[in-house]
């Protein structure tokens, strides 16, 4: 493929092509751990490919074959959170991006060569589908480091490997390698190193073939079984987009413009 720079940043790199794009945490010189402002770039990516058009299918990955993602950069842990350099603010915007990656209506796939650990674990749990190369390590540290994800790093992790397994990885803080992942239902592949972006370009093909919208109920779907309320509204959200593209609907907002009664009466109550 011929990646194409969407924007520049500072920590992570944004490209795209033919349908895919990519978003790179860049920081391999501490296993591409993440602070508060390669959060920020990649809120910022994500917002711009999520209207993106001409984008179906986000991967997810770290610069270098070491890392994924190491988690929240324990230099600037602060008292609260992770501390802005500029702004001096403790904050766990990775919590949002993990939303964003939730709510993004078109699959994202974590690209994972090496270690996905701690906070950088959570970013693979919530991606839709991970490919792993066969050198990834698999795990979460908080417990060791005074930290924890009790939201999706916890309950979603339960969803994926279940409850036991879970608790496991989150109290023992082990490591575990990508067949072992690959067994308990963590990662959708593993692949030779070499081979892990190839492999990863061609499942996003394979989905940029599909319905579009088929893909985007489904995500929501899941989304509607595990987030509540809020992941309820996903998927309702995406009804009322549909909704909008019928006459039915067209009729309602015509008829308010045009101060006169709507009238519904051809619109057919299907079975
Ligand atoms: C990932 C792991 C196991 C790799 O070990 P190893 O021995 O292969 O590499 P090494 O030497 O530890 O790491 C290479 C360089 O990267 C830095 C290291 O300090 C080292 O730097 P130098 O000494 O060469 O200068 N590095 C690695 N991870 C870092 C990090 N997270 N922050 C800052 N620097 C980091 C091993 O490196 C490891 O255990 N890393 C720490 C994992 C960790 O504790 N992550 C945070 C968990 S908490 C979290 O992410 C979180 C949360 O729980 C809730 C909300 C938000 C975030």
Redesign the pocket.
């Known amino acids: 493929l011929q990646w194409e720079r969407v924007k520049e940043y500072q920590d992570i790199i944004y490209e795209r092509a033919e349908g895919i794009a990519r978003v790179t945490i860049n920081r391999p010189?501490?296993?591409n751990?993440f602070r508060p402002e390669t959060i920020k770039e990649m809120i910022d990516a994500f917002n711009h490919i999520r209207d993106d058009d001409s984008t179906g299918v986000v991967l997810l990955t770290g610069a270098g074959d070491q890392?994924f993602c190491?988690?929240?950069?324990?230099?600037v842990r602060g008292h609260g959170g992770y501390v802005g350099e500029d702004d001096h603010v403790p904050r766990?915007n990775?919590l949002d991006l993990q939303r964003q990656i939730r709510s993004l209506p078109k699959p994202v796939i974590a690209v994972v060569a090496g270690?996905a650990?701690?906070?950088?674990h959570v970013l693979h749990v919530v991606c839709d589908l991970t490919i792993a190369a066969d050198n990834a390590r698999f795990g979460q540290?908080?417990p060791?480091?005074g930290?924890?994800?009790a939201g999706y790093?916890a309950t979603l992790l339960g969803r994926i490997v279940g409850h036991k397994k879970a608790k496991e990885i989150w109290f023992l803080c082990r490591q575990y390698t990508a067949q072992e992942a690959l067994e308990m239902g963590l990662v959708n592949a593993v692949v030779p190193l070499e081979r892990l972006h190839d492999e990863a370009i061609a499942w996003a093909k394979e989905i940029l073939k599909m319905s579009p919208t088929a893909i985007r109920f489904l995500k929501m779907a899941f989304n509607a079984d595990t987030d509540g309320l809020a992941g309820l509204q996903m998927l309702a959200g995406d009804a009322t987009m549909l909704f909008y593209m019928t006459d039915e609907a067209k009729e309602g907002q015509r008829a308010f413009l045009e101060k006169r009664a709507p009238d519904f009466s051809k619109f057919r109550r299907l079975p």
Do not use: P, T, W
């Open positions: 010189e501490v296993h751990a890392a190491s988690g929240g950069d324990q230099r766990l990775v270690y650990i701690g906070g950088g540290a908080g060791r480091v930290s924890f994800d790093g």
